[in-house]
């Protein structure tokens, strides 16, 4: 039980994130983190272990710049252990991709070993981590954010929710699940994206 949130619109994302993430706090978790990209389209993440205290702590002492589209992501560590190099988000092609995770990858080790044995390196020890390097490694190839995330779901094994967004497709989050919850919220000029509608119910 963990808890993602994502946001497409015209208001600043990093609040509205914090405050989803928080109303999910009750679904149990040990780690957090969110990734926005900024009004000039590059894309910035920040996620610790603990609390989201810690990582609203983490965001008043040192400022990141918000933007209009962004996912979060609270974590209840099941692939390595609570740190923050294991929470999500988890960035991919050269630090432009960030990809959310809810559930287990059961094929991971499998796809992990094709990935290394291409020479890609790993900064965690997570099942997400994986899907976000399969999918940097389709985009590449694509430059197309929508098929290269259908082409790697379509690999992945398991019960799962994946979202993610692209530093070159501002205004863009993109989202799967298999056997696992995921809400979308269509507004008036903006969407949501939960894990459960108390994400964005205030909205």
């Not at 990734?35 to 990582?55: E, F, Y």
């Not at 990809?99 to 900064?123: P, Q, T």
């Not at 903006?190 to 994400?199: C, M, P, Q, R, T």
Request: aromatic share 6%; net charge negative; hydrophobic share 40%.
């Amino acid at each position: 039980m963990c808890g993602i949130i994502g946001y497409v619109g015209p208001r600043q994302s990093q609040d509205i994130l914090l405050a989803g993430l928080s109303r999910l706090e009750y679904r149990g978790y040990d780690s957090a983190g969110i990734a926005v990209i900024d009004g000039d389209g590059q894309l910035d993440m920040r996620k610790r272990a603990g609390k989201l205290a810690v990582l609203r702590d983490d965001l008043e002492s040192t400022p990141m710049p918000n933007g209009t589209t962004g996912i979060g992501h609270t974590r209840w560590a099941t692939h390595g252990g609570p740190t923050d190099a294991n929470a999500h988000p988890h960035l991919a092609d050269d630090d432009k991709l960030a990809v959310i995770h809810n559930g287990i990858i059961e094929n991971f080790a499998e796809l992990k070993s094709e990935l290394v044995g291409d020479g890609f390196a790993f900064r965690s020890e997570t099942d997400t981590e994986v899907a976000a390097v399969m999918i940097g490694r389709e985009y590449a190839r694509t430059k197309d954010l929508v098929q290269a995330f259908r082409s790697v779901v379509s690999r992945l094994e398991g019960a799962y929710t994946l979202l993610a967004m692209h530093e070159d497709h501002p205004g863009l989050v993109v989202g799967a699940r298999r056997n696992s919850p995921l809400v979308i919220g269509l507004g008036e000029g903006e969407n949501f994206l939960g894990s459960d509608v108390a994400a964005f119910v205030e909205h």
